[in-house]
């Protein structure tokens, strides 16, 4: 080979890789500032989530277990504070789902949403954010755990997140609706879809535990 061609072959080696990088650091860049959304993974429906032990502490600074959800219908989700792109329509999603529910049906249904990050989003920073959305309701709940509690539980949902570099987190969009047991019985995945499913699901749970005297 000549040195022509030699030094045209290095100079496209070094373009190509000038263009791979400033391609990385586009993308990088968009990583950072985009929340990308993963696809939920399937899930075992029959088994309860209640079943999960571990300590978890709400927004209102109390230590429960998750099986303090007993007994009501419950529409979970999981987020995390400093987001905001999707988290934001997760949790109005829900309250969609529950405003859209007849009132005499409201009082036996739970609003659970659950931070990805036990960094940031201690239960003072929840109460924070409980505050700033005006979700002061008594049906809300949000949860602050352990990253191995928040992994398992994460699984049982079939939610899949991962951390970024920035802090902030990559992560399904669901919405679960879970029976009186805690059992998975309607999941709804993706941002601002109808609510008719959840609602006609949470009618059911409760008309058929008999939670509703008619």
């Not at 995945?189 to 699901?201: I, K, S």
Request: glycine share 6%; aromatic share 6%.
């Amino acid at each position: 080979m000549n040195k022509l061609a030699m030094a045209v072959m290095i100079m496209l080696s070094l373009g190509g890789t000038t263009a791979l990088a400033n391609q990385h650091h586009h993308q990088e860049h968009q990583d950072h500032s985009h929340h990308v959304t993963m696809a939920a993974d399937s899930v075992d429906m029959s088994d309860s989530i209640y079943h999960l032990a571990g300590t978890w502490y709400t927004h209102r600074g109390e230590q429960i277990s998750l099986h303090n959800f007993q007994g009501s219908a419950v529409v979970i989700s999981m987020i995390y504070g400093n987001c905001v792109t999707a988290c934001p329509v997760l949790v109005n999603d829900a309250r969609r789902i529950y405003n859209a529910l007849p009132e005499a049906y409201q009082s036996h249904v739970k609003l659970v949403m659950v931070s990805f990050d036990d960094d940031r989003d201690t239960p003072a920073a929840l109460a924070d954010y409980v505050e700033r959305y005006k979700l002061n309701e008594s049906a809300w709940t949000f949860l602050h755990g352990t990253d191995t509690d928040i992994r398992t539980l994460a699984t049982l949902l079939g939610i899949r997140y991962r951390k970024r570099d920035d802090g902030n987190f990559d992560h399904s969009n669901l919405v679960t609706i879970l029976d009186e047991h805690g059992r998975i019985v309607e999941r709804i995945e993706g941002l601002n879809r109808p609510v008719e499913p959840a609602v006609d699901a949470l009618k059911k749970i409760i008309d058929e535990a008999h939670l509703l005297h008619h």
